[in-house]
């Protein structure tokens, strides 16, 4: 590797843009080097690039080794692999029926998937480049790539506008829901419930200080569940048999009252005394959709120290607990990876929990949650505006800190009813509703925080080829008119826009760049929980094989007929017979109050402004020739007063 001057197309673009400044900039505002190399500035405008795993060579990393260009010839591209996989019903019939061979085709995935993601990461928070910090620092999201150079001409690099388009208005106009439209891929409500309460184990960005601040432990560690300090999980504790506390109300368990836990749950004076239940996670008061899964896990849990204590008499209340724990935390994996990841992918081929697959290959049990894959998770447009619950529509709003409904139908109605009816379309935009547009709003600006690079550096990133237009991009020709109005250039458009505006795949849940950008990360930090590691993965584990067997045998469908009255049929997709009906639906809701300001005036104690209120001018806004250098530490420590709309 050696520094390298401009070549000539660079250096008349650099030479414009400083003279349209007035002054130098950091040559890798441009992204000079080719496939992901890593650009370092030296003196007198020049840079060198660093290649190494990349695959190529050259001053720019331009220049594909043999190996590289074999491995691309021989390589299906990623549509031809989709349609595959997605078509010939008959042929993955045979294949499923084939356990050898499904083994053999899911490590294929695993070993193809999982490599884009580097462990650890050298990069996290606001590093642009690698210190010991970056390793021992789990206070902070990882990140993929390093952020944009600071003091570029625009926050894109050199491509773009100089001040990017108010988020505001980028909701407004390309993602706000006009009238609700169903998801392609029949994905029905209980699918974004599930996610909602699985993903809020890891993904626990700190408040106040916002991104890239976090407090959780960066995996499946089911603290949603259990709660994320002794404290907590011991005020959750019956002490006595392994056994989590719960109420029971109308023949039904649920989870404990906060009088009898003992801990703190956000907005539990908004909520009747009778309904403040405590969970793990101190959030899941707000709304009684986080509580459906929570209390199914509950359940789940005592139900399995019940067939330990059958099976071991004489184990103390402490091994109890902690087996159960581990068996429900292999069900849950088991549950994400062949159930909702299942349908995420669209696939034909059935994916499987198998973690003896990676025994014997070089592979790390350790995982880091990234920006990247927080920021790509915002699916709230599968929100419909009503839940329709055994006949009745009941609005999204009216069900913050309403466990009525949830209590008083019961598990059977609410599995049924959420089974039966349609989620929303999360990709092409236009599908926000008006009480969660906000957390939309709020990736734009973390985005910008974070100074992430473009959607098409990420693209290249994941393995595939960069858009060359908006018209490629969407099919949607006005929001293709828009989007060049906003952002002038394609290789300007942000990250967090383009992974959700992206045309959709046919018939899947998202578009490509959604799909092959979220796999990596879902799938390493479940194949990377210790408890599917050599050491951990045997029944002893958990309590022998009958505990081992409750793992290997767990679906979603299993979990709901232990622990639901009646065995509801569920799945993440909605029956063959179940239609959308626009002309059957209430009109979204009008004139209430804003569900985001509801939400954060309970959880601060104080009133906040409306989504249209001022913005922080340092999120849109890119501050060019500034002299100020801070510590990347430094910025990795800092507590910074969060933003108003920020949920």
Same mark, same amino acid.
């Given at each position: 590797m050696k520094p390298c001057k401009p070549t000539l197309l660079f250096s008349v673009l650099l030479t414009i843009i400083n003279s349209s400044y007035g002054e130098s900039y950091d040559p890798c505002c441009s992204f000079p080097c080719k496939n992901i $190399?890593?650009?370092?500035?030296? @003196? +007198?405008d020049k840079y060198e690039c660093d290649c190494t795993g990349t695959g190529y060579y050259g001053d720019q990393c331009q220049t594909p080794y043999i190996s590289t260009r074999v491995k691309r010839s021989l390589k299906p591209s990623k549509q031809f692999l989709f349609y595959f996989l997605t078509h010939y019903d008959w042929f993955w019939d045979i294949i499923n029926s084939l356990l050898s061979v499904r083994k053999f085709l899911m490590k294929t995935v695993l070993f #193809? %998937? !999982? $490599?884009? !993601?580097? @462990?650890p990461s050298p990069h996290v928070g606001y590093d642009s480049y690698t210190t010991w910090n970056t390793y021992t620092n789990k206070s902070v999201y990882a990140r993929t790539l390093p952020p944009v150079p600071e003091n570029c001409p625009?926050?894109?690099?050199? %491509?773009?506008p100089k001040v990017l388009p108010d988020p505001l208005i980028v909701a407004k106009k390309l993602f706000a829901r006009d009238k609700f439209e169903p998801c392609s891929a029949r994905t029905n409500v209980l699918f974004p419930l599930f996610a909602q309460h699985f993903t809020h184990q890891f993904f626990k960005t700190k408040f106040p200080a916002g991104m890239p601040h976090q407090d959780g432990n960066h995996g499946v560690d089911l603290s949603h569940v259990y709660? +994320? =300090?002794i404290e907590r999980t011991t005020g959750l504790r019956m002490l006595k048999d392994g056994k989590l506390k719960y109420s029971v109300i109308? &023949? @039904?368990?649920?989870?404990?009252? #906060? =009088?009898e836990a003992d801990v703190h749950m956000y907005g539990a004076k908004k909520v009747p005394e009778g309904y403040r239940f405590a969970t793990g996670h101190s959030a899941?008061?707000? =709304?009684?959709?986080?509580? !459906?899964?929570?209390?199914?896990?509950?359940? @789940?849990?005592?139900?399995?120290? +019940?067939v330990l204590n059958e099976m071991h008499p004489n184990w103390d209340d402490e091994r109890l607990f902690q087996t159960a724990r581990l068996i429900v935390t292999g069900e849950m994996i088991k549950v994400v990876v062949e159930d909702y990841v299942q349908h995420m992918s669209g696939f034909n081929f059935k994916l499987l929990y198998d973690p003896e697959l990676l025994h014997g290959m070089s592979f790390s049990y350790h995982n880091q949650v990234h920006i990247e894959?927080?920021?790509?998770y915002r699916w709230h447009s599968l929100v419909p505006d009503y839940f329709k619950i055994d006949g009745d529509d009941v609005s999204v709003r009216s069900l913050l800190f309403n466990h009525s409904a949830f209590v008083d139908r019961g598990m059977e109605t609410l599995m049924r009813s959420f089974s039966k009816q349609l989620a929303g379309k999360v990709q092409g935009g236009r599908n926000q509703g008006r009480d969660t547009i906000a957390v939309l709003i709020q990736g734009i600006k973390d985005g910008r925080k974070m100074r992430m690079q473009s959607f098409n550096q990420y693209r290249v990133k994941f393995g595939m080829a960069p858009i060359k237009s908006f018209d490629e991009f969407t099919n949607d020709v006005a929001m293709a008119r828009d989007l060049k109005e906003m952002y002038g250039d394609i290789d300007a458009l942000e990250f967090v826009v383009g992974i959700y505006l992206q045309k959709p795949r046919p018939h899947g849940m998202f578009g490509e760049s959604m799909a092959e950008t979220g796999a990596p990360y879902s799938l390493k930090g479940l194949y990377g929980n210790p408890i599917g590691s050599p050491g951990?993965?045997?029944? =002893?584990?958990? &309590?022998?094989? %009958?505990?081992f067997d409750i793992i290997k045998t767990s679906s979603l469908q299993a979990l709901v007929c232990r622990n639901v009255k009646g065995c509801p049929r569920v799945s993440f997709k909605v029956p063959d017979e179940a239609e959308y009906d626009a002309s059957k639906t209430k009109p979204k809701p009008q004139n209430e109050s804003n569900m985001a300001d509801i939400l954060m005036e309970a959880i601060r104690g104080e009133k906040i402004q409306s989504l249209g209120g001022a913005q922080d001018p340092s999120v849109t806004s890119h501050g060019i020739g500034s002299k100020t250098k801070v510590s990347q530490v430094a910025k990795n420590e800092e507590i910074k007063k969060p933003d108003k709309t920020e949920l």
């Open positions: $190399g890593v650009c370092t500035a030296l @003196e +007198d #193809v %998937k !999982i $490599g884009p !993601i580097a @462990e625009t926050p894109m690099g050199v %491509k773009g709660g +994320d =300090s109308g &023949g @039904e368990m649920f989870p404990p009252l #906060v =009088s899941f008061l707000v =709304s009684p959709t986080f509580m !459906i899964f929570g209390t199914l896990w509950l359940r @789940e849990h005592n139900r399995v120290c +019940d894959f927080q920021l790509l951990w993965w045997k029944p =002893s584990t958990f &309590g022998g094989q %009958k505990g």
